[in-house]
């Protein structure tokens, strides 16, 4: 049974661009949900998706920005690159909430702003 | 603000003693906690969930502990072995148990 898909698992961007990161999540889960970990730090919670509509937000600016297709995959964007938004950015998936099984991450996809 | 700590020093075990990380946090009564390991470049994976009615939760090697009044969890691995060497994470479901709040994770190293 496969877990979450994520691609790509690695992308270098530069400054200003935009870029699209994507995500299966694994069979019989319909919540995806997104994380940003830097390095050394837990992952910070960005936005989760449910019946393709972004259900909850996290402390992330509108640069930021998310879908969900009805087949539950999703697909998170990121416009104007900083520096700083270097970073593993995790996608996680549940049934529902998650508060019977926990979540289903990703492998992530590593993206590097230069 | 809603905050986790977990202690940011590894922790160095011997292989076949228990390993014991702590999570406390603050501003928040969870009704959730979960406990996650990461291996380096891959995805947290999920270990454990405890309720706030519940008090101790163990599954094969791993046992937690949820102390509401404390606002304290602990993660035991029993036995450990060289295997067990990871960063645990620990994380509270919040907003509507819509939302993880990690820790930043404590790293776990065994040595045979």
């Known amino acids: 049974d496969a877990g979450v898909t994520q691609s790509p698992t690695h992308l270098i961007k530069t400054r200003g661009q935009q870029v699209t990161l994507r995500c299966s999540p694994k069979?019989?889960?319909?919540?995806v949900s997104w994380y940003q970990q830097a390095l050394g730090q837990g992952p910070q919670f960005i936005f989760q998706y449910y019946e393709e509509e972004e259900r909850q937000r996290g402390n992330f600016p509108d640069r930021f920005s998310g879908h969900q297709f009805p087949n539950y995959s999703s697909e998170l964007n990121v416009n104007a690159l900083l520096l700083g938004d270097s970073a593993l950015y995790l996608c996680a998936s549940s049934f529902l909430q998650g508060t019977n099984y926990g979540y289903t991450f990703g492998s992530g996809t590593r993206l590097t702003v230069v | 603000s809603q905050k986790i700590e977990q202690n940011s020093e590894a922790l160095n075990i011997q292989e076949g003693k228990t390993a014991t990380l702590t999570c406390n946090y603050t501003?928040?009564?969870?009704?959730?906690l979960q406990w996650y390991r990461q291996d380096p470049g891959r995805g947290p994976v999920f270990l454990l969930l405890?309720?706030?009615?519940?008090k101790e939760k163990r599954k094969e090697r791993l046992k937690v502990t949820f102390d509401t009044t404390l606002k304290q969890s602990l993660f035991h691995i029993t036995a450990s072995q060289p295997a067990d060497s990871a960063t645990y994470l620990c994380?509270?479901?919040?907003?509507?148990?819509?939302?993880?709040?990690f820790g930043a994770g404590t790293r776990l190293a065994v040595h045979p």
């Open positions: 501003n928040y009564s969870p009704a959730y």
């Open positions: 994380a509270l479901l919040s907003g509507g148990y819509n939302k993880l709040i």
């Open positions: 069979s019989g889960h319909d919540t």
């Open positions: 405890i309720r706030e009615n519940e």
